[in-house]
């Protein structure tokens, strides 16, 4: 069974651009979830989404939003880029519901580089 | 919202050492996981364990529930168990999954 994947792997931007991030998750996985890691903040928790739905937020603005699709793949988008928005982001997908609903299994993240 | 603690922060091993991390959290859990960050950045899942006791080769964790801390044994380390372990816990109300902030192991050869 294939893994969480995310796309790109390296991306790098500039100030006031917005970019796209893509997740697919493991087949089967119907909730995905978005994290930013930074060396000063560490492992942060940006939302998830079950079935098309987000289920939970966290504490970040609303330049940082998300989606998923019927396939449960996900995007996460970022408008107006700040330099501090430079960071690892990491998805993560669990079944969502039933037994060991809530085991997350993670992508190989998608490393941003705002200059 | 649930608080989260990882000890030690560092943590230097010769090769073949074995070592004890250490997971406090401040709230009731219903899902904790151990990870390890490889030095690409990705986490590889090690143990789904809120409670009792789980062994897989050369790890072992335990989470005593009761009492709120989980533990996470290495034995007879190598230089690829290198990296950075993080523990992440949910809490019983199916908040978000919130991690520590990590121990970062050196294994020298």
């Known amino acids: 069974k294939a893994g969480v994947t995310q796309t790109p792997r390296y991306l790098i931007k500039t100030r006031g651009q917005q970019v796209t991030l893509s997740c697919s998750p493991i087949?089967?996985?119907?909730?995905v979830s978005w994290y930013q890691q930074t060396p000063g903040q560490g492992l942060q928790f940006l939302f998830e989404?079950?079935?098309?739905?987000?289920?939970n937020k966290g504490n970040f603005p609303g330049r940082f939003s998300g989606r998923q699709f019927s396939n449960s793949r996900s995007e996460m988008n970022v408008s107006t880029l700040e330099l501090g928005d430079s960071a690892l982001y990491l998805c993560?997908?669990?079944?969502?519901?039933?037994?060991?609903?809530?085991?997350?299994?993670f992508g190989a993240g998608t490393r941003l580089s705002v200059l | 919202g649930i608080q989260v603690e990882q000890s030690p922060p560092d943590l230097i091993l010769q090769e073949g050492a074995n070592s004890t991390l250490r997971c406090n959290f401040s709230?009731?859990?219903?899902?904790l996981q151990w990870f390890h960050q490889n030095p690409w950045g990705q986490l590889i899942n090690l143990f789904y364990?809120?409670?009792g006791t789980k062994q897989n080769g050369r790890l072992s964790a335990t989470t005593v529930a009761t009492e709120r801390y989980s533990l996470l044994y290495i034995s007879s380390s190598q230089t690829t168990d290198s990296g950075v372990y993080f523990c992440?816990?949910?809490?019983?109300?199916?908040?978000?999954?919130?991690f520590g902030p990590g121990t970062r192991l050196s294994v020298l050869p």
């Open positions: 087949s089967g996985h119907r909730s």
């Open positions: 364990i809120p409670s």
């Open positions: 992440a816990v949910e809490n019983n109300y199916g908040q978000n999954f919130v």
């Open positions: 989404y079950f079935s098309e739905t987000q289920r």
């Open positions: 709230d009731s859990v219903n899902n």
């Open positions: 993560a997908s669990s079944l969502g519901q039933g037994v060991d609903k809530n085991i997350q299994y």
